[in-house]
């Protein structure tokens, strides 16, 4: 994997996060790469809550990966803390690399490193590659998700 850095996201890296969010059919939908003001927002805001990890996998200078990773304190299953693992992307360049194999483990790691006792995430029906490469890390496809959008 050559010289691959996971670190928190800066504002510098915005503009390569919302250009992996929008590249692929669903994201194209969904985000603005012309207008950064709300992700700026919304990095300046999670970076204020120590419970949230937004981090970047950088080679070369260049980011290359992305994801969240959100820590959540509970009662169920006898006070757990689980995380959730959200907006995973990899560059289209690095696809089939291993680097989201990385990007997971990392996640799965400091899951662990926080406490927590279990670590979900949800993937859109459509992207049945995903499902496939989180099986094969050892998810569990053992929910079904709602979503309601405001």
Not at 81 to 96: N, W
Not at 129 to 143: I, N, P
Request: hydrophobic share 40%; charged share 25%; glycine share 8%.
């Amino acid at each position: 994997m050559g010289d691959l850095e996971i670190r928190p996201a800066t504002t510098e890296d915005v503009s390569a996060i919302v250009a992996m969010l929008a590249d692929d059919p669903l994201g194209a939908q969904r985000e603005s790469p012309d207008d950064l003001t709300p992700y700026l927002a919304a990095l300046r805001r999670l970076s204020r809550d120590p419970n949230q990890h937004l981090v970047v996998a950088v080679r070369e200078g260049r980011v290359v990966g992305t994801l969240q990773l959100a820590i959540i304190p509970g009662l169920s299953r006898k006070g757990a803390v689980r995380s959730i693992v959200e907006g995973v992307r990899v560059h289209t360049d690095e696809r089939g690399s291993g680097l989201g194999t990385r990007l997971i483990e990392w996640a799965i790691d400091e899951s662990r490193r926080q406490d927590c006792q279990l670590v979900q995430l949800t993937s859109d029906n459509t992207r049945t590659d995903a499902h496939r490469f989180y099986e094969r890390l050892g998810f569990t496809a053992s929910h079904v998700g709602f979503k309601l959008s405001l």
